[in-house]
């Protein structure tokens, strides 16, 4: 890390390296502004080191796996595959490494002062850092919250013992367990649930909700734990995770569901319980910035509550890479004299499992609640003739429309490259564009988005390649 060594007033001053942070620090330099990136560890923050880069890296290894297994299917023979586990950490160090310097090129390309340290806000035009050497204060015109956040350990006994990993531990691992207890059946623990049956683990993933993925639509968590009980996981619903204590030399998971307690045992436990923001013990309240439960409270232009400091991603209780690099944009925009506002409805949603899972906007439910009149069209990938050539059946396109503005309200998918898939629907939704221009436009043949176009015929009861069942 180098440290800068202009004594000059800056521009902006971003606090925090990860997505957020280095997209805002390199925006705001396009724009003509003199900018320092503090950073206390590695650039690229959880996301690229510890967090989406890995485990979509151990993610594509468990998809060869799993491909290997139904090759046969196509007429293609793989006999006697193996993992080879040093290469396969290798590899994944490898991507992260080149990631993390393609990050730190950009930033010196693009003129952005790189200050190694932990960030403390003194007011609106001061940013102290400190690291191990020394001390210095940088005066700036505005500041940029991107500190991120921190895996959450929930108050359970044994959640600190030996073996009992976050997310962020699990995605560094060196050894693959032969037994694994997920707590979480969330994005992380779903994932992780993947990768570790797909090396050939015994895995066993525990949610105390009724479904997986309880923040989404309801038919992706029933889909979803049909499919991982196919790969072997053994999922279990309406569970909670009362204690961790040790058991000859490994875990075992004392859990309560209706039928009572349950003991689980595993070489290791992960725990995929959520994530706080990184927003203590920087000065913030010091400042008077507005926080909540950890959140730091910002506006649609990503402004807080004392004038030129901002705050974008997990610091303001966000949960994806994509919405702090466009929260980096808005607030620096916004800094340096533009007028950008980041409209949080519009924010794609992936779940990188296989196959995946995406959304963006209302779910049924929530569109229900809010007493719209709706209309629901799906598509089953099954009925699809790209899925089909793939061997990538599983899954569907579900589509939530307002019968009113006849605009989507929310699109829902679960199945091969759903995160490919999303970013039609979520460009849609931010125009506003509504279902017979959907339908108006040509989708080439074969594809996987065809099931986008073919569940919004399905609302519209003009559904070509399904037929619907009546009473």
Do not use: W
Request: charged share 20%.
């Amino acid at each position: 890390m180098i440290v800068a060594k202009s004594s000059g007033k800056y521009d902006v001053v971003v606090i925090g390296g990860g997505p957020g942070g280095y997209v805002a620090a390199i925006r705001a330099a396009q724009l003509g502004g003199k900018v320092a990136l503090v950073e206390k560890d590695q650039l690229g923050g959880v996301c690229t080191n510890v967090g989406c880069m890995p485990t979509k890296t151990m993610l594509r290894a468990a998809e060869f796996l799993l491909n290997f297994k139904h090759a046969q299917e196509f007429g293609i023979l793989v006999e006697n595959f193996k993992v080879d586990k040093s290469k396969f950490i290798q590899h994944r160090d490898d991507v992260v490494n080149r990631l993390r310097q393609g990050i730190a090129f950009l930033l010196e390309k693009n003129g952005v002062q790189l200050v190694s340290g932990a960030g403390f806000v003194k007011s609106s035009q001061l940013v102290e850092v400190r690291n191990k050497s020394s001390n210095q204060v940088l005066e700036t015109k505005t500041v940029v919250v991107a500190t991120g956040s921190t895996d959450y350990r929930p108050p359970i006994p044994g959640v600190d013992g030996r073996d009992v990993l976050t997310g962020e531990e699990a995605a560094t691992i060196r050894e693959i367990p032969q037994r694994v207890v997920i707590a979480g059946g969330g994005a992380e623990g779903t994932e992780f649930a993947t990768i570790f049956a797909a090396l050939g683990s015994d895995v066993t993933l525990v949610e105390m909700m009724p479904n997986l993925l309880p923040l989404e639509d309801k038919d992706l968590g029933i889909r979803l734990q049909r499919v991982m009980s196919k790969i072997g996981v053994k999922v279990l619903v309406k569970t909670k995770v009362m204690k961790i204590d040790d058991n000859n030399g490994g875990k075992v998971v004392v859990a309560s569901s209706d039928s009572g307690e349950i003991r689980l045992e595993g070489d290791m436990v992960l725990v995929g319980l959520g994530r706080k923001p990184n927003t203590a013990n920087i000065g913030l309240e010091e400042v008077g910035v507005s926080i909540d439960r950890g959140r730091i409270l910002v506006n649609d232009q990503m402004q807080t509550n004392v004038p030129n400091i901002y705050a974008i991603g997990d610091a303001t209780g966000g949960a994806f890479a994509h919405e702090a690099m466009e929260g980096g944009v808005v607030a620096v925009e916004n800094a340096l004299g533009g007028k950008s506002t980041l409209d949080r409805m519009v924010i794609p949603r992936c779940i990188y499992t296989i196959p995946e899972v995406a959304a963006v906007g209302l779910t049924e439910e929530q569109a229900r609640n809010q007493g719209d009149d709706i209309s629901i069209g799906s598509f089953p990938f099954a009925a699809s003739g790209r899925a089909i050539t793939l061997g990538e059946t599983e899954g569907l396109v579900k589509v939530i429309i307002d019968n009113r503005s006849k605009q989507l309200l929310g699109v829902h998918i679960i199945g091969h490259a759903a995160s490919e898939l999303i970013s039609e629907a979520t460009l849609a939704m931010s125009i506003g564009v509504t279902s017979s221009e959907i339908i108006g436009t040509i989708h080439a043949h074969p594809t996987l988005a065809e099931a986008f176009r073919e569940a919004v015929l399905d609302a519209e009861q003009r559904s070509i390649h399904r037929v619907r069942v009546t009473a």
